[in-house]
């Protein structure tokens, strides 16, 4: 999926939960749990500048161990809701790194927590949750990525009641390692504008042609190294050049054709082919191209320079094509 794609996206995700040492307010007691389960599932909404927002459901569940030493029963249970904000880091490659916060409210439960100074406490409490969050989106395809997290979750110190009547706070302080899947569904694309019809007043008969002068290149080809949509400095120079054509002859109307070799999925090499023609016309319009005036097309693996098998790496596949109209 496109880091600059703008859509909504569904992501799911399981991992272990850590939760610290909890002090027990007012009894003297310290419960220590055993590593635990994670669950979340979110959905959110990329804008296409690296910014994500999303809703969270997460349920977590940790065992109890022991309470001062001594062997104890049953277990902490935290279900949160989320409000969270994330950056997404574009590396031009299929690996992006993204770092957020979030806040919102979490439902933690000591449930039938037994011996403790002499009591039980099975009470549930909703406190102010806050959380930091750093991790990574690794491509699949186009739609479908796999991410992996490490979370910290915080909770204000929920109040219980203990069987003796006795109101005590514990600490909530979580540590966190996901791994999951998010789906993303694209923005759909405006279609490109007519081009409008110029009507040219009536002339005069033009005098006698002078001798033509030498026509100017009108097709020009950049390459691009696996996998990678950067334009390399070797590009640079070829772009250069047809930028330099283009305004010479007046040119009205370029067009930039991406393309990919085999070596992955159809889906995914599409948007990679049309990565590299935005590209391509970003660098156009650095140099003095108007944008209106320069068309993209992705074709993915669709017309292949070098016909190959599927999944073949082929170096003459992975370009973009330059037409001055």
Same mark, same amino acid.
């Given at each position: 999926?496109?880091?600059?794609?703008?859509?909504?996206?569904?992501?799911?995700?399981?991992?272990?939960?850590?939760?610290?040492?909890?002090?027990?307010?007012?009894?003297?007691?310290?419960?220590?749990?055993?590593?635990?389960?994670?669950?979340?599932?979110?959905?959110?909404?990329?804008?296409?500048?690296?910014?994500?927002?999303?809703?969270?459901?997460?349920?977590?569940?940790? +065992?109890?161990?022991?309470?001062?030493?001594?062997?104890?029963?049953?277990?902490?249970?935290?279900?949160?809701? %989320?409000? +969270?904000?994330?950056?997404?880091?574009?590396?031009?490659? %299929?690996?992006?790194?993204?770092?957020?916060?979030?806040?919102?409210?979490?439902?933690?439960?000591?449930?039938?927590?037994?011996?403790?100074?002499?009591? &039980?406490?099975?009470?549930?409490?909703?406190?102010?949750?806050?959380?930091?969050?750093?991790?990574? %989106?690794?491509?699949?395809?186009?739609?479908?990525?796999?991410?992996?997290?490490? &979370?910290?979750?915080?909770?204000?110190?929920?109040?219980?009641?203990?069987?003796?009547?006795?109101?005590?706070?514990?600490? +909530?302080?979580?540590?966190?390692?996901?791994?999951?899947?998010?789906?993303?569904?694209?923005?759909?694309?405006?279609?490109?504008?007519?081009?409008?019809?110029?009507?040219?007043?009536?002339?005069?008969?033009?005098?006698?042609?002078?001798?033509?002068?030498?026509?100017?290149?009108?097709?020009?080809?950049?390459?691009?190294?696996?996998?990678?949509?950067?334009?390399?400095?070797?590009?640079?120079?070829?772009?250069?050049?047809?930028? /330099?054509?283009?305004?010479?002859?007046?040119?009205?109307?370029?067009?930039?054709?991406?393309?990919?070799?085999?070596?992955?999925?159809?889906?995914?090499?599409?948007?990679?082919?049309?990565?590299?023609? /935005? +590209?391509?016309?970003?660098?156009?319009?650095?140099?003095?191209?108007?944008?209106?005036?320069?068309?993209?097309?992705?074709?993915?693996?669709?017309?292949?320079?070098?016909?190959?098998?599927?999944?073949?790496?082929?170096?003459? /596949?992975?370009?973009?094509?330059?037409?001055?109209?």
């Amino acid at each position: 999926m496109g880091a600059h794609d703008e859509g909504w996206y569904l992501g799911v995700g399981v991992g272990a939960n850590w939760l610290q040492d909890s002090e027990v307010g007012g009894l003297n007691s310290t419960i220590d749990t055993d590593l635990g389960a994670l669950g979340v599932i979110r959905f959110g909404y990329h804008y296409g500048n690296g910014w994500l927002t999303e809703v969270e459901v997460g349920y977590r569940r940790n +065992n109890v161990d022991q309470i001062n030493g001594v062997d104890a029963s049953d277990k902490v249970n935290n279900l949160d809701g %989320m409000i +969270n904000v994330l950056y997404q880091f574009e590396t031009g490659t %299929m690996f992006r790194p993204y770092l957020g916060v979030g806040l919102g409210a979490s439902s933690v439960r000591l449930d039938n927590i037994t011996p403790i100074a002499g009591t &039980r406490i099975d009470d549930s409490d909703v406190v102010f949750a806050y959380q930091g969050i750093a991790g990574a %989106m690794i491509d699949i395809d186009q739609a479908l990525g796999v991410f992996l997290e490490y &979370r910290y979750l915080g909770t204000d110190e929920p109040d219980f009641n203990t069987d003796s009547g006795i109101s005590v706070e514990a600490e +909530n302080q979580n540590h966190s390692a996901l791994i999951g899947l998010r789906y993303k569904w694209a923005k759909p694309k405006p279609a490109p504008e007519p081009e409008p019809v110029i009507e040219r007043a009536a002339e005069e008969p033009p005098p006698a042609p002078e001798p033509e002068p030498e026509p100017i290149p009108r097709n020009f080809i950049i390459f691009f190294d696996w996998d990678q949509d950067v334009i390399t400095q070797e590009a640079m120079g070829i772009l250069s050049e047809a930028a /330099n054509y283009a305004k010479q002859a007046g040119v009205a109307r370029i067009v930039l054709t991406g393309h990919a070799d085999r070596s992955g999925s159809a889906s995914y090499n599409e948007g990679l082919s049309l990565r590299r023609a /935005n +590209n391509a016309m970003a660098e156009l319009v650095n140099l003095g191209i108007a944008q209106d005036a320069i068309a993209v097309f992705a074709k993915g693996e669709a017309e292949p320079l070098v016909p190959t098998d599927d999944g073949v790496r082929e170096p003459q /596949n992975r370009r973009v094509e330059i037409v001055l109209e």
